[in-house]
């Protein structure tokens, strides 16, 4: 039975499996994360601070479902990989035999027209991408992307430190003990989610690239002979979580590194790639780094790295392969994602976000018809029958058309509408934000009826 709730809407818009979603540009996303609650520019009232962004109330409940998905389909449904939390301010010998210290740099030059400082290798037809200038550039030289501080009450060089600009070492120089204490065997994996820091010399284009960010990395470690089928079946596996998370198979695509973009320890490096809005771009990399990080280590150390086969009775320094994926980046390329706008026959507008039901920062939203002091003690019950089981928001502000609407713009699957029938049949209505399609169900199977619905909604993979 159709309900009445979205009777104030336009009620003829495109289908929505009418073509293509509507794509939307770097200014539009970027003011609705703002509009709405996702991303706000980082102390905006002295005037912001370059790349830098305060995630809102709807942004931390999106990039914790995104956290929440991967550590389910990388720890948590696996028997094979475990889980670690290393510190972000660690021994700077760690960095140094990595190689971070000395070779983790960009090329540099200067526009001497309009001073701006770009990456070389980002400047085409020798042309200034600020000021447009042809030919006026200084010398190219590295700059080193660590962000440096100091440990301790004197700033000298004994006392240098700095923030990882990666997560994996934290992962290498803990090889020996988790594999110790939790009696693994090969082939395992070790994940981890954590803050890091690059001082990048042009960040920009909103969340997609920062100085301080997110990543959700795995150091996957196998025999030195099994490694490239490994390094297959990660590229593919991960693929397949991108279309769980809604991502049309379209819009994705695999792109193996050719021989000269790969860094000197890898064998192999695969990118999956997204279509951002200007065009493909790097979501996550998928690297055969060989046994570069588990070998420089050892040497660094004095402490050796390596796996005891007890069946073959040798010593084995495994190879790694990495998938690694930022927070960040991926929460912006959800949103490009689910962009849409829909129109109806008189020209009106309805944006909306299509995330999947596990990303979506709120899942069902109730909402009573209107404020009249009859419905809201019921519409506050069935709120609170709710809240146990889902990520739930109340909203009385406003028409029951402009809350819809408000709702779509974020992204909530569900919305559940308490009416003046409510009272006497003890009945609500469902409403979905694809479709816009309304059922009624009893009160007392409305928990099942919703999660009907989310799996419904939910995308497979």
């Not at 912001?48 to 942004?59: K, M, N, R, V, W």
């Not at 510190?87 to 210290?101: D, E, F």
């Not at 100085?211 to 079946?233: D, I």
């Not at 928001?393 to 699957?413: K, L």
Request: aromatic share 10%.
């Amino acid at each position: 039975m159709l309900g009445s709730a979205d009777s104030d809407l336009p009620r003829v818009y495109r289908a929505c499996t009418e073509g293509e979603h509507m794509k939307a540009d770097l200014e539009t996303l970027a003011s609705l994360a703002k509009r709405r609650g996702f991303a706000f520019p980082s102390a905006e009232i002295y005037g912001g601070f370059a790349s830098t962004y305060d995630y809102g109330p709807l942004g931390v409940e999106m990039k914790r479902n995104i956290r929440d998905s991967w550590w389910r389909r990388m720890v948590q449904s696996r028997d094979d990989v475990v889980g670690i939390e290393a510190a972000i301010i660690t021994n700077p010998a760690v960095w140094r035999a990595s190689g971070h210290v000395a070779g983790f740099t960009d090329p540099l030059i200067d526009c001497l027209e309009c001073q701006s400082r770009v990456r070389a290798d980002h400047v085409e037809n020798n042309t200034c991408p600020v000021c447009k200038t042809v030919g006026r550039f200084t010398e190219e030289r590295q700059f080193n992307l660590l962000f440096r501080t100091f440990v301790g009450p004197v700033q000298e060089d004994a006392s240098t430190a700095y923030l990882r600009p990666e997560t994996a070492q934290g992962m290498f120089v803990n090889f020996e003990n988790v594999q110790t204490t939790m009696r693994r065997r090969l082939p395992f994996g070790i994940a981890q989610i954590g803050k890091s820091f690059r001082n990048e010399i042009t960040p920009g284009q909103f969340i997609f690239r920062t100085r301080e960010f997110e990543q959700m990395e795995m150091e996957f470690f196998c025999e030195p002979a099994s490694s490239l089928e490994w390094h297959t079946y990660w590229k593919q596996e991960r693929l397949a979580w991108y279309q769980t998370l809604g991502f049309n198979p379209e819009h994705l695509r695999l792109r193996d590194h050719a021989k000269e973009e790969l860094a000197h320890y890898s064998q192999a490096t695969s990118d999956v790639e997204f279509q951002f809005p200007w065009g493909w771009g790097e979501l996550e990399g998928i690297a055969h780094r060989g046994d570069f990080d588990l070998r420089a280590h050892a040497t660094g150390s004095g402490h050796g790295l390596s796996y005891f086969d007890q069946e073959k009775n040798e010593h084995i320094v495994p190879h790694v392969i990495e998938p690694a994926v930022g927070v960040d980046r991926l929460m912006f390329a959800l949103l490009c994602e689910a962009y849409d706008e829909e129109t109806d026959a008189e020209g009106e507008k309805r944006v909306l976000l299509r995330l999947a039901p596990s990303i979506a920062p709120v899942t069902v939203a109730v909402l009573p018809l209107s404020r009249n002091e009859r419905l809201l003690p019921t519409a506050r019950e069935v709120y609170g029958a709710l809240r146990p089981h889902f990520r739930t928001q109340y909203d009385d502000a406003q028409s029951i058309g402009r809350r819809y609407r408000r709702q779509d713009e974020i992204g909530t699957p569900l919305c559940v509408t308490v009416d003046f029938e409510t009272i006497d049949d003890h009945e609500v209505t469902i409403r979905e934000r694809d479709s816009m399609a309304q059922i009624r169900v009893p009160v007392g199977g409305l928990v099942a009826a919703l999660n009907e619905r989310i799996d419904a909604l939910t995308p497979k993979g």
